[in-house]
């Protein structure tokens, strides 16, 4: 059973609220203390249904009776303390909209990387959040687990990336803040990059062996480094548009390896 302080926090000079202001939007907090923010229900329930441990809650005083709040203070272990704040308070901490006030705190994970055999999505300074929020949703949709990312690709646990992902993240194993050498290094699958200097397309591409796709920053693409040691591949564009979006051109590359694999009609 949770550990729970029932007596409502009304300062903001309080040090787990001020913790909590920082984590919601600072990186360098975020990287500093190795903690995340999950805002709302929805992350919640995805966090208890992990193997991660959530180390706070806190909740809004009107929201204690609400039976979704109920229901997810129930699960939770006697290693979690729950705070309760003043609705001023809280409302004056949260990023989201209205809906249900309640947060967690949690340990962002770091598992330790080694050799790499099996599919894997590589961000290459994917710089915007819900882009790769997008792109880890998808990737844990078909299935690639394993995602590496280089040192400028935008933190895939930041709460603006758990929220695009939907929670996405706790089902898949997350590499950051790697550099090319170490992706090169450990991934022995062969590499393959969205171009449009290329002439082969992804549909006359054979995906249905272990591949590591490589989605590059919005502006400049995949790095050089990364293209001289991948196959480049090409999404057709007749209407010839010049490139598509990071996110896009991603789940059509992981829908396409899936179809290959699971939903050929040859």
Same mark, same amino acid.
């Given at each position: 059973?949770?550990? /729970? ?90 990023? *989201?909209?209205?809906?249900?006030? !309640?947060?967690? !705190? ?30 880890? &949703? ?23 990336? *758990? &929220? ?5 993240? /706790?089902?898949?194993?997350? /590499?950051?803040? *790697?550099? !090319? ?20 397309? !992804? ?22 480094? /990364? ?30 390896? *899936? &179809?290959? &694999? ?5």
């Amino acid at each position: 059973m949770a550990i /729970f302080a029932f007596e409502p926090i009304s300062s903001d000079k309080n040090p787990q609220v001020k913790l909590v202001k920082a984590l919601l939007s600072q990186s360098r907090q975020r990287k500093k203390s190795g903690q995340t923010i999950l805002e709302g229900a929805h992350l919640i329930d995805a966090a208890l249904n992990s193997p991660l441990t959530i180390n706070q809650v806190m909740v809004a005083e009107s929201m204690h009776h609400h039976p979704e709040v109920q229901a997810l203070l129930s699960r939770l272990t006697e290693t979690t303390t729950v705070l309760t704040l003043t609705d001023a308070l809280y409302s004056s901490v949260k990023t *989201l909209g209205t809906g249900i006030d !309640i947060l967690a !705190i949690i340990d962002i994970p770091t598992p330790k990387l080694t050799a790499i055999h099996n599919d894997c999505l590589i961000l290459n300074d994917v710089q915007d959040s819900g882009n790769v929020g997008a792109l880890l &949703r998808t990737a844990a949709a078909v299935g690639v687990n394993t995602i590496l990312c280089t040192t400028q690709t935008a933190q895939a646990w930041s709460p603006k990336t *758990l &929220r695009a992902g939907m929670g996405a993240q /706790f089902s898949l194993s997350i /590499f950051e803040g *790697l550099s !090319i050498d170490d992706v090169l290094a450990h991934v022995k699958v062969p590499l393959l990059a969205t171009s449009s200097h290329t002439k082969t397309l !992804i549909y006359d591409y054979d995906l249905q062996s272990p591949l590591a796709w490589v989605m590059g920053h919005e502006g400049q693409g995949v790095s050089q480094n /990364f293209l001289q040691s991948a196959t480049a591949i090409a999404l057709p564009q007749p209407n010839g548009q010049e490139s598509l979006n990071v996110a896009i051109a991603g789940s059509l590359c992981l829908y396409e390896t *899936l &179809r290959q &694999r699971h939903y050929s009609s040859k």
